[in-house]
């Protein structure tokens, strides 16, 4: 069973940014493809980006594209997600998930085996 623990979470204003980060505990990730997901209150969790198990690939989510990067360090067995120009509307709990589908071309929840327990990120306009 893999444990993600992710940080990086916080209150910022609008236009600010913040740096997610997730790791495992107790196994590699390496071999996994990763994904950052979110959900607002109220809402369903979406999808916000994906990046292949060896980095090479990433995937966005349309209102993140050109503001949010996904990235990882398989050496240092975390993931990424550098988040910039951040808005209002971006406020949720924030999520990683593995997949072992490695290509990263992974956009629903169901493609995931393992989940985070979220961090809050609260933008403020």
């Known amino acids: 069973q893999v444990q993600l623990v992710e940080s990086g979470g916080g209150l910022v204003q609008a236009g600010g940014s913040l740096r997610l980060s997730c790791a495992p505990s107790?196994?590699?990730?390496?071999?996994?493809?990763m994904g950052w997901f979110r959900q607002a209150p109220g809402k369903e969790r979406e999808f916000v980006a994906a990046i292949s198990w060896s980095g090479g690939s990433t995937y966005y989510e349309d209102s993140v594209k050109g503001r949010f990067t996904i990235f990882r360090d398989n050496a240092k067995n975390t993931v990424y997600l550098q988040m910039n120009s951040l808005k209002p509307e971006d406020t949720a709990v924030y999520y990683c998930?593995?997949?072992?589908?490695?290509?990263?071309?992974?956009?629903?929840?169901?493609?995931?085996?393992?989940w985070g327990q979220g961090t809050q990120v609260t933008v403020s306009s």
């Open positions: 107790g196994r590699t990730l390496s071999n996994y493809a």
């Open positions: 998930a593995a997949s072992r589908y490695g290509s990263g071309y992974n956009l629903t929840p169901y493609e995931y085996d393992y």
